[in-house]
């Protein structure tokens, strides 16, 4: 399976703290993303990293791709009540496709 | 405005009766997709069109169609439907065919079969 993997499924802070997910995937990319889903809502695009990219930050956001461990991660950094939400990593294999993950559901506690 | 919009928003059924799910979406994209979402949120492409062509079906069984009056509509139909259908079905779209760019969803059809 072309499915990515997140870590952990379940991550609980509190607010002003980071949150950092993982992402793990099992074939080569030409890119992955990151999209966050609200409860009950659909996905939003978060942030793309080209494969020949190491990391890239937006806003609050950085991510970090490792494409020798087919691994990358997403940190949020002074998270707020608001970034509550689950967050998906999706790899792009230039099949004409995205393959998510699992989810990590995020929890930020005022 | 609504960049992609879906209808219904909830739809609960019988088995075995036949149902429909439109999407529309206003960005000019010409790709568009349906996924599936399980109660463990996991989510499947089921399909993807461009332009009016079928360019993925991923093992989906064939009760369900995709059909694209225009490159701004992908409506899913599901014929016979089954107590293993119900689900969130997103539609998507985005600017290209591959996914290179990204994708914008749609609000989500909560499909609930009894």
């Known amino acids: 399976s072309q499915q990515g993997e997140e870590d952990p499924q379940a991550l609980s802070i509190q607010e002003g703290e980071n949150a950092t997910m993982n992402c793990s995937y099992k074939?080569?990319?030409?890119?992955l993303q990151w999209y966050r889903q609200n409860s009950g809502r659909g996905l939003v695009h978060l942030i793309l990293i080209r494969s020949n990219e190491r990391e890239k930050h937006s806003g609050r956001l950085r991510v970090t791709l490792d494409t020798s461990k087919k691994s990358s991660s997403l940190l949020i950094t002074a998270s707020r009540a608001a970034d509550t939400a689950s967050y998906f990593c999706?790899?792009?294999?230039?099949?004409?496709?995205?393959?998510f993950g699992t989810g990590t559901r995020l929890t930020v506690i005022p | 405005d609504t960049a992609v919009s879906q209808t219904p928003k909830y739809l609960v059924t019988q088995m075995g009766n036949d149902k429909s799910i439109k999407c529309e979406q206003n960005l000019g994209h010409d790709t568009m997709y349906w996924y599936k979402q399980d109660s463990k949120k996991f989510l499947k492409i089921m399909f993807s069109?461009?332009?009016?062509?079928?360019?993925i079906n991923e093992t989906v069984p064939n009760r369900f169609s995709p059909k694209s009056p225009d490159k701004a509509h992908l409506n899913l139909h599901i014929n016979s439907l089954e107590l293993g259908d119900s689900a969130v079905y997103f539609c998507?779209?985005?600017?290209?065919?591959?996914?290179?760019?990204?994708?914008?969803f749609g609000p989500g059809t909560r499909l609930t079969v009894l």
């Open positions: 074939t080569s990319i030409n890119n």
């Open positions: 069109y461009n332009n009016k062509e079928l360019i």
């Open positions: 998507a779209s985005s600017r290209t065919s591959g996914s290179r760019n990204e994708q914008f």
């Open positions: 999706a790899t792009d294999t230039g099949a004409n496709n995205l393959f």
